[in-house]
């Protein structure tokens, strides 16, 4: 299991670290580099244990565009009215991540992305008391990070045929309201 934690914290930090771009200069995923409003977790940061499980329905990820970003890729889509980038990595087709962030260098198809929830009601705007409540975990749960953020950092443990896998929900807030927010599921 410890392995699997390393190698999840890994996966985290591979998503949400801004790593160079993988496609050598192409302006769509050198912005998906850099948009991040999620804090990089640091590596000793534990996600609290929850006993409910989340996920995004199709409005984030339909005809979303390609971005070559570290680990498998992400599609992503922009809602221009709102400010908000939306996307998915290609191997999680239940996860994602919504996010105010600038304009993207290149168009993406258009969505209304301040309205999307997840099956739980997560949702962009949302307080941390309100979040903690849907997730079951203490407001204690709610931890400071760098740039006067907060970061809230759940995970779920699943069967993964002989081993046990992480479904993880990452809230950040700004002025108690959620910023930024994404859902990852290693493993079914």
């Not at 002989?162 to 290693?186: N, Q």
């Amino acid at each position: 299991m410890r392995l699997f934690g390393l190698f999840l914290i890994a996966a985290i930090y591979c998503v949400f670290s801004g790593q160079p771009a993988l496609s050598h200069g192409d302006p769509l995923t050198e912005w998906a580099d850099k948009i991040g409003n999620f804090p990089v977790l640091p590596l000793h940061m534990k996600p609290t244990s929850t006993t409910v499980d989340d996920q995004f329905g199709p409005p984030v990820d339909l005809n979303g565009q390609m971005a070559d970003t570290p680990c498998s890729g992400t599609l992503w889509v922009y809602d221009y009215g709102h400010g908000i980038a939306g996307g998915r990595e290609r191997s999680d087709p239940t996860g994602g991540m919504l996010e105010y962030a600038v304009r993207p260098p290149v168009h993406l198809p258009n969505r209304n992305l301040l309205t999307v929830k997840s099956t739980l009601g997560l949702h962009l705007g949302m307080s941390a008391a309100d979040a903690v409540k849907l997730l079951r975990v203490p407001l204690g749960a709610v931890v400071d990070a760098p740039n006067h953020l907060k970061v809230l950092y759940v995970e779920k443990i699943v069967p993964c045929g002989s081993y046990r896998c992480a479904h993880e929900v990452v809230v950040t807030f700004k002025d108690d309201r959620a910023i930024a927010l994404s859902i990852h599921h290693a493993g079914p």
